[in-house]
């Protein structure tokens, strides 16, 4: 069986944060991010945690920008000494960074008065850089190319997030899950053979241990339902029944 | 100042985990990971989320191994279709894969029986690849070169990692945290100051929101003691005494 061809958009996110690599924060916005862009039937590919190094940033979202269709950044974009996610992007293009008039008007506005120095550092962007609106009273994104900047700072990142993955609205991935009361080596010839007929569906294989309902939970998924329900029906169909728990749709 | 010189190991983690891209499931062992490397004086530097596929893994473990002292991955090891990261893992040092005597005993004490085929996946490893005993009742880890082949079901991963870091012990971070009560930006200036005579130092400024009791937590550290306190005091004396909420050492 051949699934309807639906479009695949790819996504990386990059995130910059000393905080996260040596434990002291605890990463929320990978999470987040994955599970928003899951909704909006974007692929998500890579997450990178890397240091708060300009020549990292730079190396790491160029070869991103080229690999996936939407890069994402988390992080690094304050107005002190360890925010130099700015400056890392720029890198990346080969652009200078320039102040640009619409951040800083947005500054002068938010401070009421004429900003200090440092903050200042905020109105900065990579030379070409666009501004998005989030549609609420938030300090407005900056998109370069293909990449979103966006702050580490949990709240304001999801909020950001979440009104930017209406722009990716694409087709939904359609998930059905199985759980299972036997062990996985039991199971596995069983997803090879069903593998080997719906050969582009994304079957994912998950033990749980200590878990009293199940042993492993069978996810599958598809952009294309009928695809993805006859795979279901396949798969069942060689698990013995008293093996699977459970199938939800 | 001049900071006394101390060992400075480096490593990486990479997460093979479609579940985590896709957003079915949080990775809770980036974060334990971080954490117990830290208390091991550790330094990582990286962490790496990517999907389940032989060369993806091949590439990015490859370029970790070179660049990095001490990798980690986690995920892919059991027995089904989208365990591949021992595949992925044998390509990034243009190795075969081959069957370990070892692992193969390990299986079958296991199972206590001749085990099906599918199990018999799991006794296989990289050429030339060690067993490292956790030195609990646990399978034992792969290792080849300098990377760590961990499984990604949390309690498995979390038990193998405290008996890893154990052997990579070295000169432990100190840290002190300043809390206080202002922007970023009123303190960007002090910050910048204390780094000026305290190049050496690690210091994160991370801002909270709708946090009552501060705005900016400061984190500094060093595994020089004499050093970060210096700097302690020196950052103190710079931010006004009624903006510091609380010093933590």
């Given at each position: 069986m051949v699934p309807e061809e639906y479009t695949n958009t790819t996504a990386a996110l990059v995130v910059i944060g000393n905080e996260i690599l040596s434990g002291k924060v605890t990463d929320s916005n990978s999470g987040f991010l994955a599970r928003e862009l899951r909704k909006a039937g974007v692929s998500l590919e890579r997450i990178s945690v890397i240091v708060d190094d300009i020549a990292t940033i730079a190396t790491e979202v160029a070869e991103c920008a080229g690999a996936y269709d939407i890069v994402f950044t988390s992080g690094g974009?304050?107005?002190?000494?360890?925010?130099v996610t700015i400056e890392g992007v720029a890198q990346a293009f080969g652009r200078p960074v320039v102040e640009h008039p619409g951040l800083r008007l947005a500054i002068e506005k938010a401070v009421e008065?004429?900003?200090r120095s440092p903050l200042l550092?905020?109105?900065?962007?990579?030379?070409?850089a666009e501004l998005i609106s989030s549609g609420d009273a938030h300090f407005p994104s900056v998109k370069i190319e293909n990449v979103y900047v966006l702050p580490g700072i949990p709240q304001i990142f999801e909020t950001k997030v979440e009104s930017l993955c209406q722009r990716f609205m694409t087709s939904p991935y359609h998930l059905r899950q199985v759980l299972v009361s036997v062990n996985e080596s039991s199971i596995a010839s069983h997803l090879n053979a069903t593998l080997a007929a719906f050969p582009a569906l994304l079957l994912g294989s998950y033990p749980k241990i200590?878990?009293?309902?199940?042993?492993v939970r069978l996810t599958l998924e598809s952009k294309d339902e009928r695809y993805l329900d006859s795979a279901l029906e396949d798969l069942v169909g060689r698990i013995?029944?008293?093996?699977?728990v459970k199938i939800e749709r």
């Open positions: 974009v304050g107005p002190t000494h360890d925010d008065d004429t900003p550092k905020m109105a900065e962007v990579p030379e070409g200590g878990n009293d309902e199940y042993r013995p029944g008293d093996h699977v």
